[in-house]
């Protein structure tokens, strides 16, 4: 959407700061992302001006940021001229704008328009922009009419002063919320479509999961996934040999494809304890993931592998970390990493994880046990459990993760072979890539865009 704002010589800098601390707060009850909300930003007086563009910034904070930095124009109100330059210029597929996702342009004026509205705003709402008009003070209430998109008890308000605007904040993002968007756009679900506040989702039937197209079903895995690595920081690993660990897990998260609505990576050390490094929900982007995965310390003590799977299915899956609800059917994945035998018990939270539904992976290197990395993976083992001899053979196991085949598609089956033997390597590699990438791809979610608008 485009915030239109107006800035003339009758807003004080203090009723400015309070209009850029509206507009922040608008950003904060929206879902900001190049593939959820986008949200451009125009100022206008005696001109208009683009601060930045629905596509300009794809994180919140880079928009706060482009919102902190606004200078005021502080001339005259020529309101006509800003709603024909969102029209034209801002509601662009140069400037961002996407084919059947819904134009929502948010007019902020504390005065009467020097040029005519009433025919440029009708050619903008035909040409599918929802406007609300949102007036301060002295603004002039036919304008605002004239602007805004019926019915008009939800498009127009009237705020008394700048230090009420927020009281339009807390309506708009009630009507935002009461949008059913499955009913207004061309959602193209192959099963069905699921509203959400300013968005919405596909979903498919039992059985079958959401395609790379975010729209299809399928039987083949290729759906986002919520992913929970638990790397073994005992004192056994070394640490040259931990840093390799890290390297494998920078290479995992790769070949996925993480975003909010897409996958989701948390990160959790064991040793004699267990330290959450990230949950599921604090990195967005694989750079910031990868950067947070190098700053990991390691802890080089004991081995507590029943602990950290005990850690993980109690908190790291939880919805307050992150996970997405279960209704969703977001594959929930756990990949266990360890160089030893456990020094507690891992049968019963190795169980309960599986009967939770958890999908787990468990790679062993060096002094391993195969017996507990057995007991870890999920059914077919042959298709959950990797083990090698020496931690400079997993540098290379990413190199071949973009093996997207269905799992009955996939080439034979994968024996446990002398992990000394060149072909034992590639083969685990390949298996390990493969299965991840399995489960691994995205949902596309649209969202609503909104515009605002300075005076």
């Known amino acids: 959407g485009i915030l239109l704002t107006h800035h003339s010589r009758s807003v004080r800098p203090h009723e400015f700061?309070?209009?850029?601390?509206?507009?922040?707060?608008?950003?904060?009850?929206?879902?900001?992302?190049l593939n959820a909300t986008r949200v451009g930003v125009v100022q206008y007086s005696s001109q208009v001006r683009s601060e930045f563009t629905l596509k300009a910034h794809a994180k919140l904070e880079n928009m706060v940021r482009g919102i902190n930095q606004i200078i005021p124009l502080a001339q005259g109100t020529m309101t006509g001229l800003a709603i024909k330059y969102v029209m034209n210029e801002a509601f662009t597929a140069e400037a961002g704008d996407r084919p059947k996702v819904p134009n929502v342009a948010v007019i902020v004026t504390d005065g009467r328009p020097q040029d005519r509205v009433a025919e440029v705003a009708a050619e903008a709402r035909e040409k599918g922009i929802e406007i609300y008009a949102v007036g301060v003070a002295r603004a002039d209430m036919t304008?605002?009419?004239?602007?805004?998109?019926?019915?008009?008890?939800?498009?127009?308000?009237?705020?008394?002063?700048?230090?009420?605007?927020?009281?339009?904040?807390?309506?708009?993002?009630?009507?935002?919320?009461?949008?059913?968007?499955?009913?207004?756009v061309e959602h193209g679900c192959e099963h069905q479509c699921v509203s959400t506040p300013g968005s919405y989702y596909c979903i498919c039937p039992e059985g079958q999961l959401l395609q790379e197209d975010g729209k299809s079903c399928g039987t083949c895995k290729s759906a986002n996934i919520d992913l929970v690595l638990l790397i073994d920081g005992s004192k056994s690993v070394r640490p040259q040999n931990f840093e390799l660990v890290k390297k494998f897990v920078n290479q995992v998260v790769d070949s996925l494809d993480v975003s909010a609505h897409g996958t989701r990576v948390g990160l959790v050390q064991y040793s004699s304890r267990v330290r959450t490094e990230f949950p599921l929900n604090m990195y967005h982007t694989a750079d910031e993931i990868k950067a947070a995965v190098m700053k990991v310390e390691y802890m080089e003590k004991g081995t507590m592998t029943g602990l950290a799977l005990k850690h993980m299915l109690e908190n790291s899956f939880s919805e307050a970390e992150g996970a997405r609800p279960s209704s969703r059917n977001i594959p929930r994945v756990g990949l266990v990493f360890t160089d030893g035998r456990s020094q507690d018990d891992i049968t019963e939270y190795a169980k309960k994880a599986k009967e939770a539904g958890i999908t787990m992976y468990a790679v062993g290197v060096g002094k391993a046990v195969e017996d507990e990395l057995r007991e870890i993976a999920s059914e077919p083992l042959e298709k959950h459990f990797y083990y090698?001899?020496?931690?400079?053979?997993?540098?290379?196991?990413?190199?071949?993760?973009?093996?997207?085949v269905c799992p009955e598609e996939s080439q034979g089956e994968i024996e446990v072979k002398d992990p000394c033997a060149c072909e034992s390597l590639v083969e685990f590699q390949q298996a390990t890539m493969s299965n991840l990438e399995q489960i691994t791809q995205k949902h596309i979610l649209h969202k609503h865009r909104l515009l605002f608008s300075f005076r």
């Open 17 to 33: 700061e309070t209009m850029r601390k509206f507009m922040i707060d608008i950003l904060n009850t929206l879902d900001i992302g």
């Open 143 to 184: 304008s605002l009419r004239a602007m805004a998109s019926p019915p008009f008890e939800d498009h127009v308000f009237l705020v008394e002063s700048f230090d009420l605007i927020h009281q339009f904040g807390l309506q708009f993002q009630d009507k935002l919320c009461d949008m059913d968007l499955c009913n207004t």
């Open 388 to 404: 090698t001899t020496d931690f400079t053979a997993i540098s290379t196991i990413a190199e071949n993760l973009k093996l997207n």
